[in-house]
């Protein structure tokens, strides 16, 4: 049975593909994207020349409660550090490269449309 998605769903799923396509634009190219185990998921996994980029994508409708990137607490950031260890550890080929975590920030701008704020090295490892 498949899980139909919600509109909050949808509207994340939007602004990931909107954030993809920025990364390619600005020359990342894609390893993989949703990737998931035990620990968690990581929305876009890139590759910028050398260094792997392990991209989290956050939307928020608004910033009543705090911006996107005030939602990535430190139990956010270590979960994120585990699957990467797990995704190196299950395609060493990666490990020759530099590694780094991004963040992008979507907010909505106009119907499927979205104002990116992209945070290159968000956090140290």
């Keep these: ?7 909050h769903l ?3 799923k939007a602004a990931e593909q909107h954030a993809l396509n920025h990364l390619k634009k600005s020359g ?6 949703n990737w998931s185990c035990r620990f968690g998921e990581i929305d ?8 792997v980029v392990f991209v989290e994508v956050r939307y928020r409708k608004n ?13 956010k950031r270590d979960k994120l550090v585990r699957t990467a260890e797990v995704f190196l550890n299950e395609y060493p080929q990666w490990l020759e490269h530099s590694c780094r975590f991004d963040v992008i920030t979507a907010q909505p701008c106009t119907a499927q449309v979205f104002n990116l704020d ?3 090295d968000a956090f140290e490892t």
């Design 118 to 120: 992209w945070i290159q």
């Design 10 to 12: 949808k509207i994340g």
């Design 63 to 75: 910033t009543h409660f705090g911006g996107a990137l005030d939602s990535i607490n430190q139990a």
């Design 28 to 33: 990342l190219s894609i390893i993989t994207q």
């Design 44 to 51: 876009l996994i890139m590759l910028e020349q050398e260094t």
């Design 1 to 7: 049975m498949r899980r139909r998605l919600t509109k």
